[in-house]
């Protein structure tokens, strides 16, 4: 069994996945969590990483190959001159280790421990509370015997 890449039809992707999915076809369509600045505000969404194409692992003797085409959302078989090209395991195990890497990294969370690295509050601990807009945080501060929240640029924390 190899890895192949299937072309989808635009914004079809997940409706191509799940109809190859209910054929029993294995397969792996890689999605990171994007973060956009819409509106003034900060929001996260599951976008694909590829997208358009999603990657099956089958037989070359496999009978699904024939309805490959027909399954909804599906455009094409990518590959070169009438013949699907194979895709080594090793590039899809590389794929999702390092889409792994990536959602174990993420971005600060609520809560996390910080170090205000530059700045007139720079050497002081901080509590990471959220985002200020796209370049911009809230942390909490101990100072003069209370928490205060103060605004500081992103670029200026570090994580403890």
Known sequence: MKWYVLQCKPGQGDRAL????NQDIPCFYPKVMV???????RSCKL????????????????PVWSKLRSTRGVIRIV???GKPLPVE?????HLRASLDRVASVGGIKSGEDVD?????FAGMGAI???????????VLIE??????????????????
């Open 35 to 41: 973060e956009k600045l819409r509106s003034g505000k």
């Open 128 to 138: 990471f509370q959220c985002y200020d807009g796209d370049e911009r945080a809230i």
């Open 89 to 93: 395991d090793e590039v899809v195990d």
């Open 47 to 62: 976008e694909a990483l590829f997208s358009g194409y999603i990657f099956i692992n089958l037989s070359q003797l496999n």
């Open 18 to 21: 799940m109809h190859l999915q």
């Open 116 to 120: 205000v690295a530059e700045g007139p």
């Open 79 to 81: 590959g070169f001159g």
């Open 143 to 160: 100072f003069m015997q209370k928490s205060q929240r103060i605004s500081v640029p992103i670029s200026s924390l570090k994580n403890q």
